[in-house]
């Protein structure tokens, strides 16, 4: 319990000395929330014209327009930086210092991560609620406190599924140094098949099937499918069991890649 | 003449460094089939709802994801990785050893970094638009293939001075990622710009990405003229002279200081 408590007390430390640091790059944080906009409002569009043109889309185009607004949000709110930052530290030689620091790096990227969730949130909150109210005017979904409750579970769910499988990407850099091509495959998967490029109900089936399985649904597409209703309790019971599954098993796989990686890695930079 | 030779040190360098990281070579490699699969296939979605987006027909739209791959390859071979990596270079201090250098620093920034890989994108593209041509059995004369070569000219200049000019914020500001504001333009130019409606003018003439692919691909299909790319020959000249004055302005504000 006290190892528990002086691990939440250094994440508590990291996210403050990281909210400080965004108080300096403040310009960041609005060219972060206008890029990550930019890109939804371009599927949007697309696809708005394309069901203002077809009679058999299965979603109108109100309902794209809101499914895009809330996937801008949401990859925002479960983004994390730590394949990025990491693989390229790794690559320069600049991971030591996790190696000598009494703590490790867990708890610094999960601080640090928090520290970019907490501030995007309270730049967007105004603009969602907004949104939100809007959506719901028109009667596109019927929000319920139940619903939000199950947001938030499944959002918690979400960030670790994406630190995990980010902190086992990033520390194959151990072993091949260069990820920028991994890097790029895996930006591509997680676009396509975590819903960010295409609404996944609107993908053919087999591949709609391959996404239920995959870690990607489940940190952008399923958290909006569970605050917007639009799945039953068994399946966001599923949903969940999934997510936890995948934090197991990417968890372990980060300790063997860190053991037997850490053998190979130089520390001198490259 | 001289700048071409300075050019292909950058080239050669690029192919040394490529060769050393070999898995890395593979995976991008691997990476260039599945983007381009996952691109054929999220393109061509729409078009089992509709025989028609804002005009354009399947293979039209598919010959424009050709020029897209075309023009955005050629972009990362020459000058992408180069410009994205200024506000790294402002921010540490390191722009000094550049503009000792006795080549222009603008130039230098821009094509350091020659990402050869990517001519793999450029022959997806091409691949793309030959199968295409073929399919649709387009009658391509002279001047339309000229019309074609010098829209992607112009289109690949344009952008070069567009993502200069918003890296090239990084004078004034710090740690901004300035790249992830300019990225999402380039992305735009999958589609058909007609799909903005009537904003799609900006796109033709205020910030022209249209002649990255939209205006290739029209020139060939018949849509545009093509002397729209004589025309966009001005607008590329009119965008270099911002792109250069913006930097020389900009590089006043460099204090040489990392941050």
Not at chain 1, 56 to 72: H, K, N, P, Q, R
Not at chain 2, 198 to 203: L, Q, T
Request: some cysteine.
């Amino acid at each position: 319990m006290g190892k528990i408590v002086i691990e939440l007390k250094y994440i508590w430390s990291v996210f403050l000395l990281k909210l400080d640091m965004w108080s300096v790059y403040r310009l960041k944080l609005i060219v972060w929330i206008i890029s990550g906009i930019l890109e939804p409002i371009i599927w949007s569009v697309l696809w708005y014209v394309t069901a203002q043109e077809s009679a058999d889309l299965v979603m109108s185009g109100a309902e794209i327009l809101s499914y895009y607004l809330l996937t801008a949000l949401m990859n925002r709110i479960t983004r994390s930086w730590t394949f990025d930052t990491l693989r390229k530290e790794i690559r320069e030689g600049r991971y030591t210092k996790y190696l000598l620091w009494p703590k490790g790096i867990i708890g610094f990227r999960i601080g640090a991560d928090w520290s970019d969730r907490v501030v995007t949130l309270a730049a967007l909150l105004p603009f969602w609620f907004i949104w939100l109210f809007i959506l719901q005017s028109k009667g596109l979904f019927e929000v319920t406190i139940s619903n939000i409750g199950l947001f938030f579970v499944a959002v918690i769910l979400a960030t670790f599924v994406r630190f995990y499988l980010d902190m086992f990407l990033a520390h194959l850099a151990l072993f091949w140094v260069k990820l920028d091509g991994l890097s790029t495959v895996y930006w591509s998967a997680y676009r396509l098949f975590g819903g960010i490029t295409v609404p996944l109900v609107l993908l053919p089936a087999w591949a709609f099937g391959i996404t239920k399985i995959m870690p990607f649904r489940y940190v952008v597409s399923f958290p909006i499918e569970v605050f917007q209703g639009l799945i039953s309790n068994e399946e966001i019971i599923r949903g969940f069991i999934i997510c936890m599954a995948w934090i197991i098993v990417e968890y372990a796989a980060l300790q063997v890649v860190f053991r037997v990686g850490i053998k190979n890695y130089e520390s001198v930079g490259a | 003449m001289r700048k071409i030779k300075v050019w292909i040190q950058f080239v050669v360098l690029y192919l040394k460094q490529f060769a050393v990281y070999r898995f890395d070579m593979l995976f991008r490699l691997f990476s260039m089939i599945l983007m381009t699969g996952i691109m054929y296939v999220v393109l061509t979605l729409p078009y089992e709802h509709v025989d028609e987006i804002a005009g354009w027909k399947k293979n039209e739209a598919i010959l424009i994801l050709g020029f897209y791959y075309i023009s955005n390859g050629l972009a990362w071979v020459l000058y992408r990785t180069g410009i994205s990596n200024l506000e790294s270079k402002i921010n540490s201090g390191s722009l000094d050893e550049v503009l000792l250098r006795p080549v222009g620093s603008s130039f230098y920034v821009s094509y350091l970094e020659a990402d050869v890989s990517r001519i793999s994108d450029v022959l997806v593209g091409v691949v793309f638009v030959g199968i295409n041509i073929g399919g649709m059995n387009l009658t391509v004369g002279v001047l339309e293939v000229f019309g074609v070569v010098l829209s992607l000219v112009v289109g690949v200049s344009i952008v070069k001075c567009i993502f200069l000019m918003v890296n090239s914020l990084a004078f004034w500001t710090t740690e901004t990622y300035l790249d992830h504001v300019a990225s999402p333009l380039v992305v735009l130019t999958k589609y058909p710009v007609d799909l903005w409606g009537k904003s799609k003018e900006i796109f033709y003439w205020g910030i022209p990405m249209a002649f990255l692919s939209t205006v290739p691909a029209a020139i060939l299909v018949g849509k545009l003229e093509w002397w729209y790319g004589i025309v966009g020959i001005g607008l590329a000249l009119m965008w270099n002279v911002f792109a250069e004055t913006f930097w020389r302005f900009g590089l006043r504000f460099y204090s040489g200081a990392s941050r």
